[in-house]
Structures are given as structure tokens and as C-alpha cells.
């Protein structure tokens, strides 16, 4: 990776926003860490150095706080820290047969939930930080929901709660890290056209495309340049702020 170049360091980079991001971050000329659980990872990231990029991926599960303990400390000693952290994996996890009642929602499946979207995230900051003061220069982006802003139908009580977890600990590491040049932001996507945002019944997107002003789903590049125009320069003076990518789901 050529000196100077920023590191930006993406999660739950195998596919949907986060490979997208991967792509775009790429094209704008930083160099990519690619990190995920899944080795498709590997792959992604060879293509991108064929395709003339530097990218370096790593499988790894965000929830193992020692893997991403030694992968962080492996960048920093070798490249100088990240400074682009696109805090991307998560999940819903749901009871046998997709049931989204609270009643139904066992405390492991709660705490699996917190552990993938708001744990990880937080285990992430706190690693990057230091390098990011030392520098005097970071951008921190972590992707929350609509359903961290309102009560989204079909939703999980626990994805809703740690996306708003995830947006109430953005504003914290953003006034926290101001004094030194460090910019933390949430995107709350709305429905996005990847796997995950379609993997639903015909009623529920129907539901879902009512419910958004646009009468379309969001596409995973719409989302990757608002990750671009948040970790650019032409942002910093952009900080604690949620950056609702929804259609205008969000506004009715």
C-alpha cells in the first residue's frame, strides 16, 4: 500500500452496502481492508488488486473481540493505524419462524443481536481511535437503520434497539474525537435492494414499497457514495450526524 494512501477498514465486506462500499472506497483511491466471516472476502479482495487496487481482505468474526484485537494491532504496525472505519456488519437475529413479537424473542437471540450491531461497532472505535488522534485525522461511518429512527413494521425489537444504540454511540465518539480532526457519522439506510433487504415474503415488500415515497428500493451504490462523501475531505465539518438514505421513508 503506497504511503499516505487511507486505510479504510470495512466490515461485513463480502457482499450487499458493505462490498459496495468496498468498491466505491476503492475507485476514490484508498487502499481496502476487507473483513468478514465469510472467506468470499478472499476472493473480493484479490479481484480488487487485479483490478488495480490495494486491498487486503480478512476473515474474521466481528463478534471475536481478540481477532479484531490482533488484526487492528497487525494494520497499525504495519500501515500506521485505519483511518476510515465503515463499521457495516450486522444482522437480525430471529426465532424459528421469522417471528419479530417481542414475546417471542429469546434473550440469546437478543444478545447475539447486540453483540453483532453495537458491541462490535463499539470494540471497532475504540481500537481505531488512537492512531486516528495520533494522525489528527480519521472518519468513522457506521451504518444504523430507519429502524433506529422509527417503529419499522417486521422489524426486531433488538435490531431496532441496537441500531438506535448505534446512532446514540456515534454522537458520543463524534463530540469525543472533534478536538482532533476525527469525524463520526451514522447512514440509516432505509429498504435496500440487497439480499438481506429482500430476503422477505411478497407481502412485506409490498408493505414496505407503500410505505416509501420514491416507490423503489434504495440501491447498495447509493448508499456506498454517501460513505464516500462522509469519509471525504469536502465532510469534515460534518460530524454526529445520521444521513437517512431511505427513499423518504423517513419524513412521512
Not at 102 to 121: F, G, K, Y
Not at 202 to 216: E, H
Request: include cysteine; charged fraction near 20%; glycine fraction near 12%.
Amino acid at each position: 500500500m503506497a504511503e499516505r494512501q487511507r486505510i479504510a477498514f470495512v466490515t461485513g465486506a463480502a457482499s450487499g452496502l458493505g462490498l459496495s462500499a468496498c468498491e466505491r472506497l476503492a475507485a476514490d483511491g484508498h487502499a481496502i481492508v476487507l473483513v468478514d466471516r465469510s472467506d468470499k472476502v478472499l476472493g473480493i479482495a484479490e479481484r480488487l488488486r487485479e483490478e488495480g487496487h490495494l486491498a487486503e481482505g480478512h476473515v474474521a468474526n466481528v463478534t471475536d473481540e481478540a481477532a479484531l484485537t490482533a488484526l487492528v494491532d497487525d494494520i497499525t504496525a504495519r500501515r500506521g493505524g485505519i483511518d476510515i472505519l465503515v463499521n457495516n456488519a450486522g444482522g437480525m437475529a430471529l426465532p424459528k419462524g421469522g417471528s419479530v413479537a417481542i414475546e417471542d424473542l429469546p434473550t440469546d437471540l437478543w444478545l447475539r443481536t447486540v453483540a453483532v450491531n453495537l458491541t462490535a461497532p463499539f470494540v471497532l472505535c475504540r481500537l481505531a481511535l488512537p492512531a486516528m488522534k495520533q494522525k489528527g485525522w480519521g472518519r468513522i461511518v457506521n451504518i444504523a437503520s430507519r429502524a433506529g429512527r422509527m417503529a419499522v413494521p417486521d422489524t426486531s425489537v433488538s435490531y431496532a434497539a441496537t441500531k438506535a444504540g448505534l446512532i446514540g454511540m456515534t454522537r458520543i465518539v463524534a463530540d469525543q474525537g472533534a478536538k482532533f480532526g476525527i469525524t463520526a457519522n451514522c447512514i440509516a439506510p432505509g429498504r435496500i435492494a440487497t439480499p438481506g433487504g429482500t430476503h422477505a415474503t411478497d407481502d412485506v415488500m409490498q408493505r414496505s414499497l407503500r410505505l416509501i415515497p420514491m416507490s423503489r428500493l434504495g440501491l447498495p451504490t447509493e448508499i456506498a457514495a454517501t460513505v464516500a462523501f462522509l469519509v471525504s475531505d469536502g465532510a469534515a465539518y460534518i460530524t454526529g450526524a445520521v444521513i437517512d438514505v431511505n427513499g423518504g421513508a423517513f419524513m412521512t
